[in-house]
């Protein structure tokens, strides 16, 4: 899926800060950062739609999300703790009031040491 | 609360079989839309069928579901296995205002 891409790949981390970084090509409003840890379904951390941050679900103070435009997304992480690891994915909708499928970027895994 | 239930957390079937994974949900919502989701190995989840509609049978790619409003459920099935179709399949539910319920996820193993 070119459609959603995002940066880094992969990432190995001791208690550096970082960031990830998603970009849409879809024109789509809504765009969110999930988390998938192993054997999970994905988890919501953030949505925001026009840039707006709508949703902002119990996730730890490290992560600190920043949406530039509408189609760019940010997850800033400081001080990653070694239940960070995981893969973290960047989703967009079309609108934020609908009942319209994800799509899903490709993923950024997150090892941390 | 809102919620989606996949009772089966491993599935191996052989190829050429039937199967099904079941999923049902509770919810409070009246406008709902479901999904199932497959996850291959290292990559990201897609969707593989939506509805929206009670008792409509959406197709694709070999698999099927229908929209039960009566049980809540929404089963996948699919009539022959294929060894291609081992993966993760995740249920999940959107309530509207894009506020997604996934269920816990159900692996699918194909053997020859």
């Known amino acids: 899926n070119t459609k959603i891409t995002q940066s880094p790949r992969y990432l190995i981390l001791g208690r550096a800060n970082k960031s990830l970084e998603c970009e849409q090509h879809l024109g789509h409003n809504a765009m969110y950062w999930y988390k998938q840890s192993a054997e999970k379904p994905p988890e919501l951390m953030f949505l925001y739609n026009l840039k707006q941050l709508i949703r902002n679900e119990t996730v730890p103070s490290r992560f600190i999300p920043e949406c530039p435009d509408s189609s760019k997304l940010l997850l800033h992480i400081s001080a990653v703790d070694p239940e960070d690891s995981a893969v973290y994915f960047c989703?967009?909708?079309?609108?934020?009031?609908?009942?319209?499928?994800?799509?899903f970027g490709h993923g950024t895994k997150l090892s941390v040491l | 609360g809102d919620s989606v239930t996949q009772t089966e957390g491993l599935v191996t079937v052989t190829e050429g079989l039937p199967v099904k994974l079941n999923c049902t949900y509770q919810?409070?919502?009246?406008?709902?839309?479901f999904f199932w989701y497959v996850q291959y190995l290292n990559e990201a989840p897609q969707v593989l069928l939506r509805?929206?509609?009670?008792?409509k049978r959406t197709e694709h790619q070999g698999f099927h579901a229908t929209l039960h409003k009566s049980s809540s459920s929404f089963h996948l099935q699919k009539s022959s296995a294929q060894l291609s179709d081992s993966a993760l399949y995740y249920c999940a539910l959107n309530t509207g205002y894009q506020n997604f319920y996934f269920g816990k996820g159900t692996s699918l193993t194909v053997i020859p």
């Open positions: 919810t409070t919502y009246l406008t709902i839309a």
């Open positions: 509805s929206s509609t009670d008792n």
């Open positions: 989703a967009s909708s079309p609108r934020q009031i609908s009942n319209e499928r994800l799509f």
